[in-house]
């Protein structure tokens, strides 16, 4: 018998709250703030940043933005992957095809930074011998290919995480830099203080989730179980581990904390290199052991992020939509999107790619 029938026959009050909440939710951020709290998180947020406003810009850093893509429809790269299987130590999520599909949000994204962070330096697209269609030459993007600053030995890799552990060694990157995956868009204008305080303090955006929580659900997934070994290192340098994972947006980084782990745990490091695709031994450095090292550190601070996070095959996302343009309409739009790609259930909706593309054209253009 369907799960949701059996619902619906034994509990019937839960499932038709459920049903409502998720179709039409209150709460859409993984910080768990409702729609009202909202209203005021971004009030308290605009009045902060006024009064640091009056403190000079003694340090005047340039912030640098890095993101990490792939087309999933150049054969060159279709083959390659193709050619590589699974080991014992990477996880089958690993190769879900939806990791991989490009619905052309990195043109969105990088629309959004240009419209919203007018701020930022430099733009850096880490891929693999690739480059859009739509990138133009002579502006601050610039396209890093994985050879520039991966070891061929562990070329080529469909690895996020072996990946997102290099993101240092491009060439030029400032010292303060804001890592982006290409499903995350900024939603409004937000000065350089969201991310980093003019004391060079990075802003770190802590969810409300628990690890311990998901692990004993059963939710083991590639990113759990390399948050998880991210801890045990955590744990041998300050005694303590995180059970909170960062909110599905961009993530405030610093490059000297990146340089750092390689020297004191290569071993480590060097243990998940080799795995193609994403493994029960790997680290998530970017969005867990940097940023967590850095709050330990006192280099960061837990502060708000209003991320309205969803699967955009889900056939909640109409409706996720609406309330965005809604919002944005009423200028009480929240800080970013993060429009996340995985399969779900036989539910999943048919026109997700051009439901997308609709309500960023009509959110950005």
Not at 48 to 61: C, S, V
């Amino acid at each position: 018998m369907n799960k949701k029938f059996q619902k619906l026959i034994k509990n019937p009050g839960i499932f038709f709250r459920d049903y409502f909440m998720k179709k039409y939710p209150i709460i859409n951020t993984e910080q768990k703030f409702t729609e009202d709290d909202e209203l005021a998180v971004n009030i308290v947020k605009k009045r902060m940043h006024e009064i640091e406003n009056k403190i000079p810009d003694f340090l005047n850093f340039d912030v640098d933005i890095v993101y990490t893509w792939v087309n999933d429809q150049d054969p060159n790269w279709i083959k390659k992957r193709k050619s590589y299987s699974l080991n014992e130590q990477c996880l089958n999520d690993s190769t879900d095809i939806a990791r991989f599909e490009n619905h052309n949000e990195l043109y969105y994204s990088i629309l959004s930074v240009k419209k919203f962070l007018p701020w930022v330096r430099n733009i850096y697209i880490v891929t693999d011998n690739q480059k859009p269609d739509w990138l133009e030459d002579g502006s601050n993007i610039f396209i890093v290919d994985h050879k520039d600053i991966i070891d061929k030995q562990y070329l080529p890799t469909f690895n996020s995480h072996v990946i997102e552990a290099h993101l240092h060694k491009i060439n030029g990157l400032s010292e303060h830099f804001i890592y982006f995956n290409d499903d995350v868009l900024v939603a409004k204008p937000l000065s350089k203080e969201h991310f980093f305080r003019k004391n060079g303090v990075a802003s770190i955006f802590s969810s409300k989730k628990s690890l311990k929580a998901m692990y004993e659900r059963g939710v083991i997934t590639a990113t759990l179980l390399a948050s998880r070994n991210s801890n045990e290192i955590l744990k041998k340098q300050f005694g303590i581990k995180l059970d909170l994972p960062l909110v599905h947006t961009y993530v405030p980084l610093k490059k000297s904390i990146f340089k750092k782990y390689w020297e004191n745990n290569f071993d480590v490091i060097q243990g998940f290199l080799p795995n193609k695709y994403r493994a029960k031994n790997d680290v998530n450095m970017a969005t867990f052991l940097v940023p967590w090292s850095m709050y330990l550190e006192g280099k960061s601070i837990i502060t708000s992020e209003i991320c309205y996070y969803f699967n955009i095959r889900s056939p909640h996302a109409l409706q996720q939509y609406k309330k965005l343009l809604r919002m944005k309409n009423m200028q009480q739009w929240p800080h970013s999107i993060c429009v996340n790609d995985f399969k779900v259930n036989e539910d999943s909706s048919q026109n997700f790619s051009q439901n997308l593309e609709k309500f960023l054209n009509d959110y950005y253009l």
